[in-house]
């Protein structure tokens, strides 16, 4: 079994969107093994998004990720990070398959309703960023 990162942002919180998210996850097999609801501050936005620094959309996104609360959650799968990415759906939410997470609670590509690790090496740093 292998685990991914997986943050409900503040554009799913506010809406609401948090109990139905979980079932969705919940009904595809993962196992959430730790989770916790936040509100991030400046410095974690911006540390967990370090890898974006030197992109432009980068103070929009730490603004966007501090504006509300967001639930955190280590979840656990076999081909967790692939599969955790498949149902979440594309990045813009206007693009994403219908049934997915984004496609069902995101708005576009900034207000996405979920993160998710892009690989095993990145989970497993997200996830000892956060737990």
Do not use: C
Not at 91 to 107: C, F, L
């Amino acid at each position: 079994m292998k685990n991914t990162l997986a943050i409900i942002k503040p554009d799913a919180m506010q809406k609401g969107s948090k109990e139905d998210i979980r079932k969705d996850i919940m009904d595809n097999g993962f196992k959430i093994v730790e989770e916790k609801t936040i509100h991030m501050s400046e410095e974690q936005a911006q540390g967990f998004y370090d890898i974006h620094k030197d992109k432009p959309f980068f103070g929009e996104l730490v603004e966007f990720m501090t504006s509300y609360k967001s639930h955190i959650m280590k979840l656990e799968k076999e081909n967790a990070v692939s599969e955790w990415r498949n149902l979440m759906g594309a990045t813009d939410s206007t693009k994403a398959e219908p049934g997915t997470i984004r496609a069902k609670y995101g708005t576009d590509i900034s207000m996405n309703a979920t993160h998710g690790s892009d690989s095993d090496e990145n989970a497993e740093k997200e996830i000892s960023f956060f737990f």
